[in-house]
């Protein structure tokens, strides 16, 4: 069955610090992969997306993610950590195919950074 | 370019009485997508209109649920009679081509007494 594991809950960074976020996916074909933020009070904002081509995708507010085939993983990740970066974050995978182009969803990682 | 809206922001209703989301997706997106997130679950897909049809509702979760796209404009989901278990945040989205990133409403607060 389709899925997407985020094994991290929750978890708090210093401001300045790097971070990284796991996902790991299951599923059967080339996989469509995204990372959506929701900031308090705010809806889901896309940050980056994989379809195809280079594995290390850039995306908004200076993350980035590698796409890695062997691992099923899609592991987000920023170098420098700033407190507006508190948020909660979520992988998903784009399923079906022809019409069909549900996302499954991660259980999201809550991040909280400290001064 | 305005963004997906989604009316109203919270609703909180008792247990039996019905309550109607609506959505308006991006101008000239013929996808329209319906999700929801019961607290402490992951976000899970309700359905997926093509302009007016649906293309796929295997995420409805039972009969209480029916959404509706008039004229492949904007969306609505009503829910009667709801449930407790109802409670939740649904989001729409929309999509230009299958294919394409879906652009997420800021999601409506349900909450069921």
């Known amino acids: 069955a389709q899925s997407v594991t985020q094994p991290d809950i929750h978890i708090t960074v210093s401001e300045g610090a790097s971070l990284e976020l796991r996902c790991n996916y299951s599923?059967?074909?080339?996989?469509?992969l995204f990372w959506y933020v929701q900031s308090p009070g705010q809806g889901l904002q896309l940050l980056l997306k994989?379809?195809?081509?280079d594995t290390l995708v850039q995306g908004i507010k200076g993350f980035e993610a590698e796409f890695k085939r062997s691992q099923s993983s899609f592991n987000l990740r920023k170098p420098s950590v700033h407190w507006s970066d508190a948020a909660e974050y979520f992988c998903?995978?784009?399923?079906?195919?022809?019409?069909?182009?549900?996302?499954?969803w991660g259980l999201g990682t809550s991040l909280a950074v400290n001064p | 370019e305005a963004g997906v809206t989604q009316f109203p922001s919270h609703s909180v209703i008792e247990k039996g009485q019905t309550v109607t989301l609506r959505c308006d997706p991006i101008?000239?997106?013929?996808?329209l997508y319906w999700y929801r997130r019961v607290m402490g679950k992951e976000i899970k897909f309700l359905l997926h209109?093509?302009?007016?049809?649906?293309?796929?509702e295997s995420g409805m979760p039972n009969n209480r649920f029916l959404a509706e796209r008039t004229g492949g404009t904007y969306s609505t989901l009503k829910v009667q009679p709801a449930e407790l278990e109802d409670s939740g945040v649904y989001f729409c989205?929309?999509?230009?081509?299958?294919?394409?990133?879906?652009?997420f409403g800021p999601g409506t607060r349900l909450l069921v007494l």
């Open positions: 989205a929309s999509s230009q081509g299958l294919a394409e990133t879906q652009y």
């Open positions: 101008s000239g997106h013929d996808n």
């Open positions: 209109f093509v302009k007016e049809s649906k293309q796929d």
């Open positions: 599923y059967g074909a080339t996989p469509y």
């Open positions: 994989y379809f195809s081509g």
């Open positions: 998903a995978v784009g399923a079906g195919t022809g019409n069909n182009r549900k996302l499954i």
